[in-house]
């Protein structure tokens, strides 16, 4: 129990349940290093979370180790918690006991009736030691060893005998009834409106002693393992998310992105975009300010121009700073379809119309965003007074 709770050594065993949006909270262990994974949360309060492994990092530079978003994994295992409680999935399993029982019970059927046949040859054996003439040593010594032979087998089997009936004693009983009752009754208490987290994540470790999560880059999956408390493992696959990733299974060539982008965006914007894409150069460097500009000269695309005709667009970051929201907020907007905004290729800056801030649906946007900050968010910015212990 103490070593659950102690949340700050890397090395140890699953951790104890203490809230938080993430249901498996000190169960997801790494399956690359082995270390307990961390949960990271969202800026966005009561939705996102994310399972991240740390890595070495006691060592700088070590870099971490993997990461996944926690919400899908969660609910996979959820439903298949759910499964595995199911009225269906015990009475499967209290049929699979039964034969388990019935096949032991054979077992020592068969284990009896070779007892009594070696208690037979036993016997057998001590008349024919005891019938043989004394003068003849070489036949006695013969029968006496068939004899120990004989008692062995007896002693070994009446052995085995009383380990089966052990065993047999150990074993819980099952009652029925009251497993599909309690069936029953979780589903009741993990879909009731006051259940907490807090009582998910107790309810998950009765069940589920740990889970690993592994990355399958070459099949762009997620392998998760669920090693449940009766001993059994269950293998879960699901495909990753494609958020903030390249659509394509191929990145796209720098003379591809130049040819696209150039003239719509200043050089250094090129620079991050054409990193953020991950197209290296010949020779697997990054790319930079005068390296962009070399390869648009040398393709002939003229420089970005913002005194250019045509209807005047800012960037994201600009539309943030001038509706005074974060930049996740706009890019919530734009996908909303509330403000609307044009991106020449997946992966590229968006241009917002600067006309579009006016409009009567973004402003309603806006203020749906304001209203649903926190309030110690709004208290923290209106607090400009550092305020000191003591003062």
């Known amino acids: 129990m103490l070593t659950e709770n102690a949340y700050m ?9 203490r809230g938080g949006r993430a249901l498996l909270t000190g169960l997801v262990r790494c399956g690359r290093c082995g270390r307990i994974m961390h949960v990271f949360y969202g800026m966005r309060s009561g939705h996102a ?34 499964e595995a409680v199911s009225p269906l999935a015990i009475e499967a399993a209290l049929e699979a006991a039964q034969r388990v029982i019935k096949a032991d019970d054979d077992v020592r059927q068969a284990t009896k009736r070779d007892l009594e046949n070696a208690r037979y040859e036993a016997s057998l054996a001590s008349r024919r030691y005891e019938a043989v003439d004394p003068a003849k040593r070489l036949v006695a010594r013969e029968l006496e060893s068939r004899w120990n032979i004989a ?18 004693a150990s074993r819980p009983q099952v009652d029925k009834d009251g497993l599909l009752t309690l069936a029953h009754d979780l ?9 907490t987290m807090r009582t998910k994540q107790r309810l998950t470790r009765i069940l589920i002693q740990e889970v690993v999560i592994d990355l399958d880059d070459a099949k762009d999956e997620v392998e998760v393992t669920v090693h449940w408390t009766g001993g059994r493992h269950t293998e879960i696959r699901l495909a ?45 460097e990054s790319w930079t300010t005068l390296r962009v500009r070399a390869l648009r000269e040398r393709l002939g695309v ?57 409009s009567k649906q973004v402003k309603i946007g806006v203020q749906d965003v304001i209203a649903r900050r926190p309030l110690k968010v709004l208290q923290y910015h209106q607090n400009k007074t550092l305020k000191l212990p003591g003062f």
């Open 240 to 284: 990753r998310t494609r958020t903030g990733r390249y659509p394509d299974d191929r990145h796209p060539s720098p003379v591809e992105v130049v040819r696209t982008l150039g003239g719509h965006w200043p050089d250094r914007q090129l620079a991050v975009t054409m990193n953020r894409m991950r197209c290296k150069r010949n020779d697997g």
């Open 302 to 358: 003229p420089a970005f121009d913002p005194a250019a005709a045509g209807p005047k667009t800012i960037s994201v970051d600009e539309t943030a700073r001038r509706l005074k929201i974060c930049v996740g907020s706009v890019l919530r907007l734009i996908k909303a379809g509330i403000l609307p905004a044009q991106q020449l290729m997946p992966c590229a800056p968006w241009k917002v119309p600067v006309e579009a801030l006016e």
């Open 187 to 195: 589903a009741s208490a993990w879909n009731a409106p006051g259940a």
């Open 49 to 82: 979370h994310r399972y991240q492994c740390r890595g070495d990092d006691a060592h700088v530079g070590a870099g971490q180790c993997i990461g996944i978003g926690g919400v899908r994994i969660d609910q996979t295992i959820a439903n298949h918690i759910m």
């Open 9 to 17: 050594l890397q090395r140890a065993s699953r951790k104890a349940a």
């Open 151 to 168: 008692l062995e087998r007896v002693a070994e089997l009446e052995q085995r005998l009383t380990r089966m009936d052990e065993q047999a």
